[in-house]
């Protein structure tokens, strides 16, 4: 099988720490392990745990290591590997993008065949974190550390290379523990960054898959019979991060400013063509639990973005807004969308069209103004604390706020429905009305693949791609 995905860059690593595109998520769950596993109609699962418990006050929690698990070098998994495997994310010098949501573990011990985490405070959520995509697992290191340079893992999939910024190649585990997965011989996932090359690699039938299908084209392709469009509502949302440890953008006035001078519903109309929903600045989508079904929805209000600039004591603004494809398809796009509803609130948005190739470690980040695609997380906790807590690596609009990380706390540690709902509710409408991220809309996930390929009934929505399992679940048909 040949993938094409809209992702992938040259400066790509087999580091789990670094993953933060598509690319590098499908290769770790195709090559690698995790404690769990989000399955298709959202709930939680074992891969690597077979099974778990947690304590009353959902602080503790044991985690029995499935046997007869064996890593593609042939190594047998043991529970010293999953113990390296996540402290490898913990600790003051761990630089991975997943260390804000295991920082509340506070100990990690072994007993028999059991790994039992102790945490700061109650998770109600903790199964659903251990199932992220960073926290792969990997062997153990002699004095410390784990063995990612290799690519050795329990997955079902085998690396057998890796050129990254172009392509790699992996062949089916024949010793995989599960024979319920894995149909393909060998794949080969190509970065295809570029749109049109993706989508003529797939009508050519040079690939059996495509991520990011083109929207402006997608009924051209439905077209064709030997192509299948796939839509599936999720977590996916698109955002412009504002840096608000940087002038203009760390007066809350003017970030105020910029979420009301953008025309939301002509983006989902324009930039997704219907294949998504209007977004309100929160990263929880109406499917998910506890949304904040309350929040007002912010409109296209180019008065008020000018009442918000002059309490900012302005009269205009200009800003500079960098995008690229490799952001989200038609970034570009929307930012000129973006720039001409502006306009009407006295904002001049200039908007920089960015390299695709290190999009992600040149210039999300490094520039205070930029489109971002986030893929969402199956919980909240888990999505706040990625990207949203203070200090957090991820935390891409450099955003803090006391209120809202007390609230994440105790929120986390609640085991009351209705008081969990209470103070995510309270957590959304903070992050919409003072956070740093516009969030005009949330994308359907919209791939499509060639009719030779059989995919389940039931697709994954916390993913592109059926959940980035497509390598697992997906067959020729």
Known sequence: MRVGKGHGQTTDTLNPGTWDNGFTNAMGHAIHGRLTEVMPDGSIAGEVAESWEGSADASTWRFNIRQGVTFHSGKSLTPEDVVASINFHRGEDSTSAAGPIVAP????????????????????????????????????????????????????????????????TMERNPNHWRDDVAWFDKIEMLALVDQNARTTALVSGDVH????????????????????????????HYTFAMSTNQAPYDDNNVRLALKYAINREEMVEKILFGYGSVGNDVPIGPNQLYFNTDLEQKTYDPDKAKFYLKEAGLNSLEVSL??????????????????????????????????NDGYWSDVWMKKPFSAVYWGGRPVQDQMFATAYSC???????????????????????????????EMYFEMQEIVSTQGGTIIPMFANYVFATSTDIGTPDALGSNWDMDGERWAERWWFA
């Open 391 to 421: 200090g957090a690596d991820w935390n891409d609009a450099f955003w803090c706020n006391d209120r809202f990380e007390s609230l994440m706390v105790e929120a986390r540690a609640e085991l009351d429905p209705a008081k969990r709902q």
């Open 322 to 355: 960098s995008a690229a494809d490799a952001a989200f398809p038609g970034a570009v796009d929307a930012g000129v969308l973006y720039q001409n509803s502006a306009k009407e609130a006295g904002i001049n948005l200039n908007v920089v069209r960015e390299p």
């Open 209 to 236: 898959a495509i991520d990011r299908v083109d929207l402006k084209t997608v009924g051209l392709l439905e077209r064709n019979t030997s192509i299948a469009i796939k839509s599936v509502a999720g977590t996916q």
């Open 105 to 168: 573990i506070t100990d990690i011990a072994i007993d028999g065949n059991t790994v039992v985490f102790t945490l700061d405070g109650g998770n109600a959520d903790f199964p659903f974190i251990l199932s992220d995509y960073h926290l792969t697992i990997h062997p153990a290191k002699e004095g410390g550390g784990i063995d990612w340079e290799s690519g050795d893992g329990v997955g079902s999939y085998i690396l057998t290379d890796a050129n990254f910024g172009v392509s790699i």
